[in-house]
Nanobody, 124 residues
């Protein structure tokens, strides 16, 4: 099993940048494909980005493509989401998730482990 802990959320102005991190404990992250999801108040959880187990394949939601970058550092057992050109509509709780597989899946139900989330608020 793996335990996930997000950090790095906060308040930022529109147009700004923020990097959120997901640190793993327990089993090493190199066995997992990883994803980031978000949930805004009153809305369904939605896919943001995913990275394959090798790091060679990445998927992004259309709404963040070109602005967000997912990366992983298996030596540090950490996955990152770099968020640039932030918009107020990016405001949400951001969750990282791990799946025991190779492919960067976009569907939340394909993931086995979830963190507690970190709040990102973008002011206009």
């Amino acid at each position: 099993q793996v335990q996930l802990a997000e950090s790095g959320g906060g308040l930022v102005q529109a147009g700004g940048s923020l990097r959120v991190s997901c640190a793993a404990s327990g089993r090493t992250l190199r066995y997992y494909a990883m994803g980031w999801f978000r949930q805004a108040p009153g809305k369904e959880r939605e896919f943001v980005a995913a990275i394959s187990r090798s790091g060679g394949s990445k998927n992004y939601a259309d709404s963040v493509k070109g602005r967000f970058t997912i990366s992983r550092d298996n030596a540090k057992n950490t996955v990152y989401l770099q968020m640039n050109s932030l918009k107020p509509e990016d405001t949400a709780v951001y969750y990282c998730a791990a799946r025991d597989g190779t492919i960067a899946q976009v569907m939340g139900h394909m993931y086995d482990y979830w963190g507690q989330g970190t709040q990102v608020t973008v002011s206009s």
